[in-house]
């Protein structure tokens, strides 16, 4: 074992020995410029150019074994302006021998100083593309076979002091730069290999720097040159893209104040050939503004498609932006894109199509937005559409750090938690939204099935939204709203809306409206137009279903009206069409419930200043004792109609009301009293009167009982005025009324109005002043009941209504109705009181027959005479009756 390790290592002493021995023979005794004819003759054959070796061509030992050459250059083909296409100053290529016997070429280092590269295009000719010169043809059967693949491989390479330039003539592009310098180095264990016969390039850690510009590292492999294939890693540490962009002078306009580009590292795994590009795990830095990390695959280049994923780093897109100088005055004091970040789980698309999954975007510490699906379509003309979801942040934040409606948006907390979900789909001219969802303080939840907005231009917009039921009071305090006006009104704490809509710049119509407060009330609007918003007129109808009018006044910290029965407002609803405007409003086929009345008709409001309106207004029924206390009796009214027009001031007073109006009740009773049966008690007292009286004496005594008789229907009709509890069932029927109105500033002045029924006929005249209140009526009634005595039906029962319309007070002059009924009494009792008088005359003259049995000349003249003064006495007891 010792003898074959001793003669392993004589063996191995003198193969270094003979290689020192060979290299200082190569170098003593072969000159290296003797080579420059074979070297510029095998150039020009293989490229068709002139390669001139100006300068020396000397031998290099250390550290390697080598050669320096000095002024080369490779000229250009005839036509074009410059003489060379390369020339360089110097070159130091170091190789290692022993592979050269293999045809393993192994260069240890490769320097080149002051090279000049000038590629050249005009005329649609290039001068780097190499056409050798046509080769004679060998002779058969000569010496010799094809060449032998060779090998390459490189550990350093430098390239000092040199320039580069392209300049294409035809399209007048020129580009340059000067003063390059490019180091090219390995790693422990890298190489640069290029094996010919595999036809594979490989650049195993490699380490590159440019002008400090662009340093990094390679790990990468490239083969079948033709139809190259690539796989490996590549690494930017530092990319000064701008300061390396001016050096060729490209885009220097472009990117003025560009700062994005200053400093660029990035690194990652590239693969693919000439028609496809794979980038797995690229991560990247600009300028430490932007972050992240990408895997990218691109397919046919020549028709590319793209799929691939982003993940951004959070980064300020304040700073961001101001380095690639994008609207920096416009974001002043917007903090909000201090702290951004864009991440995807995938996109995918071509050179007219993008489509994002999961596409994740966050704005300061709650903003957080978060794309199912986003396609962009036909970049020409793009269409976007996807879906989209900002989970509960707080919207005041978010639009402080906007700078938006920071003044306007204090104390309104409801936009302290505020969510956003829904579909969309764009273009350049519209836009769609659908199954949109939105969250406002937890209270507000709104659902917009679709949202459709046409020609942006002059846009459209239509759809639907609904509001399930919330506390409107507690989102208008959320937005500081009114908050005093509305307090004690909890009406508002339950709230719901749902409807259409459909709006233009100046218009707007919704369909299908429902809203409700809590239990207590309901609306809906069939439709609701609203045309010219600078001059709006308002079109619709609206219904409002049965509600307590009660309650809803209560709820709204009202009170209710005083009426004599309460619970008639708890029965109340409303269905309209209308029209308004402005100054106007005209509510048409309107039908209102009030209990068990029923009104319907039109009500016109032509002016609003002054207030001026007109109607034609019916009631089915309603009882006047529902709304004011009649000492306890009932006075249904059936069939009212009211028709005219009036106006008064917008102030409201009372002094400006002017108008005709014309009144028809249909009918009117009075529940709780019989004015036929107190007709008939005072028709039975008189008809007692006067019979079986023989004489004046005893009739006028029997007129004292008629008096009586009016004093105890007097008695009885007070007593009907005393408040208390009514008979019910005793009922009076006072028919048809009627009444012309003129209102002169405030004083209702009737015409005339009358009453016309069954047990009544009344009519009469006088006025109202709305301004002091004052009542003043004058009424004359007859009575019409069946089967009394005709003198009732001559009686007139003439009253006077005076007071206040606060205090009004009604009398009866009785001392009329009295001297009408001794009238009657007279008349109807004419023949009977002159056969009285008459036969007292015969008494007094001694002819108690009469003279009827002597029919003499002095018989008839006394007779005569006794009639004559019969007649008399009677009219003189008529006149004294006021007859």
Not at 572 to 600: W, Y
């Amino acid at each position: 074992m010792k003898k074959f390790l001793k003669y392993a290592l004589i063996s191995l002493i003198s193969l270094i020995v003979l290689a020192v021995i060979g290299v200082t023979l190569l170098v003593t005794l072969v000159n290296p410029n003797r080579f420059k004819p074979f070297i510029e003759k095998a150039v020009y054959e293989s490229t068709g150019r002139k390669l001139t070796l100006t300068g020396d061509i000397s031998w290099k030992i250390y550290p390697n074994l080598g050669v320096t050459v000095r002024d080369v250059s490779l000229s250009n083909p005839d036509g074009f302006k410059t003489p060379n296409l390369v020339a360089l100053h110097s070159a130091d290529v170091s190789v290692a021998l022993i592979p050269l016997l293999s045809n393993h070429v192994v260069v240890k280092t490769l320097a080149i100083d002051g090279l000049d590269l000038a590629l050249i295009k005009q005329n649609g000719v290039n001068n780097w593309t190499f056409t050798p010169p046509v080769a004679e043809s060998s002779p058969s059967g000569a010496a010799g076979g094809a060449p032998q693949a060779f090998q390459l491989e490189m550990k350093d390479f430098s390239l000092h002091n040199s320039s580069i330039h392209f300049d294409d003539f035809d399209s007048k592009q020129h580009y340059g730069v000067d003063n390059t310098n490019l180091v090219v180095d390995t790693e422990f264990g890298g190489v640069i290999k290029f094996d010919q016969a595999a036809d594979k390039l490989e650049l195993n850690k490699v380490k590159f720097n440019y002008n400090d510009l662009a340093v990094g590292k390679l790990d990468f492999n490239l083969q079948q040159l033709a139809n190259p294939q690539y796989a490996g890693e590549v690494e930017f540490s530092k990319l000064q893209l701008n300061a390396l962009l001016d050096q060729f002078k490209i885009a220097q306009a472009a990117r003025k104040d560009l700062h994005l580009l200053d400093n660029i590292s990035f690194k990652g795994n590239l693969s693919g050939d000439k028609n496809n590009l794979t980038v797995k795990d690229l991560s990247f830095n600009f300028a430490d503004k932007l972050k992240g990390k990408t895997s990218v695959v691109v397919k046919d280049f020549a028709k590319p498609s793209y799929s691939g994923s982003l993940d951004l780093e959070k980064f300020n897109l304040n700073q961001l932006l101001d380095s690639l100088n994008i609207a920096v005055a416009a974001r002043k004091n917007k903090p909000l894109l201090n702290n951004f970040a864009i991440s995807s789980n995938g996109f995918s698309g071509d050179m007219q199509n993008i489509s994002l999954k999961g596409l994740q975007i966050s704005a300061g510490d709650s903003l957080k937005a978060s794309f199912g699906t986003l396609k962009v379509q036909n970049f020409s003309n793009p269409s976007v559409s996807g879906d989209v979801s900002l989970p509960t942040f707080n919207l005041n934040q978010t639009l402080d750090g906007l700078g938006i409606a920071v003044a306007e948006r204090k104390n309104k907390s409801l936009l302290n938690s505020f969510a956003f979900s829904g579909g969309f789909n764009a273009t350049p001219t519209a836009a769609n939204l659908s199954n949109v969802k939105i969250s406002a303080g937890g209270l507000v939840n709104a659902t917009l099935g679709k949202l459709a907005v046409q020609n942006f231009s002059k846009p459209s917009v239509s759809g639907d939204i609904n509001l399930p039921t919330f506390n409107l009071n507690k989102t208008l305090d959320g937005l500081g709203i009114a908050v005093a006006e509305r307090k004690n009104k909890p009406l508002l704490n339950s709230f719901a809306f749902s409807g259409g809509f459909n709006a233009t710049p100046t218009a707007a119509n919704l369909s299908n409206v429902k809203t409700s407060f809590g239990n207590n009330l309901s609306a809906s609007l069939g439709k609701l137009a609203i045309q010219d918003f600078a001059n709006p007129k308002v079109a619709g109808d609206i219904n409002l279903p049965t509600f307590s009018l009660n309650n809803v006044m209560r709820q709204l910290g009202m009170t209710p009206p005083a009426l004599s029965n309460p619970k008639l407002l708890d029965t109340f609803a409303l269905n309209s069409g209308f029209v308004a405007s402005k100054n106007s409003l005209n509510l048409t086929g309107m039908h209102f419930k009030l209990a068990k009345s029923n009104i319907s008709g039109n009500l016109n409001l032509s002016s609003f200043a002054p207030v001026v309106f007109s109607e034609n207004l019916t009631i089915d029924q309603v009882d006047v004792a529902d709304f004011s206390d009649v000492s306890g009796y009932r006075v249904p009214m059936q069939q009212l109609k009211l028709s005219g027009n009036s106006s008064i001031a917008s102030n409201l007073n009372f002094a400006s009301l002017n108008g005709k109006q014309n009144i028809q009740i249909g009918n009117i009773r009075v529940e709780g009293v019989s004015l036929d049966k107190l007709v008939m008690q005072l028709n039975n007292t008189i008809n007692s009167s006067g019979q079986g009286n023989d004489n004046v004496v005893k009739l006028l005594l029997n007129s004292a009982q008629v008096a009586q008789a009016v004093n105890n229907m007097k008695n009885e009709v007070q007593k009907y005025s005393k408040p208390g509890k009514r008979d019910l069932s005793q009922v009076t029927n006072l028919g048809i009324f009627n009444a012309n109105v003129v209102i002169v500033n405030g004083v209702i002045n009737p015409s005339q109005f009358k009453l016309a029924g069954p047990s009544v006929a009344l009519n009469g005249n006088g006025s109202l002043n709305l301004v002091s209140k004052a009542l003043n009526y004058q009424v004359n009634s007859q009575l019409l009941t069946n089967g009394i005595n005709p003198i009732f039906k001559k009686l007139v029962f003439p009253s006077t209504i005076s007071g206040t319309i606060n205090n009004p007070s009604a009398s009866l002059d009785w001392a009329s109705i009295q001297q009408q009924l001794l009238k009657y009494m007279v008349e109807n009792n004419k023949g009977q009181i002159q056969n009285v008088v008459k036969q007292q005359i015969n008494n007094i003259i001694g002819n108690p027959q009469g003279n009827q049995q002597q029919n003499t000349p002095q018989n008839t003249q006394q007779n005569q005479a006794v009639d004559a003064v019969s007649k008399g006495v009677t009219n003189a007891l008529g006149k004294l009756f006021g007859g």
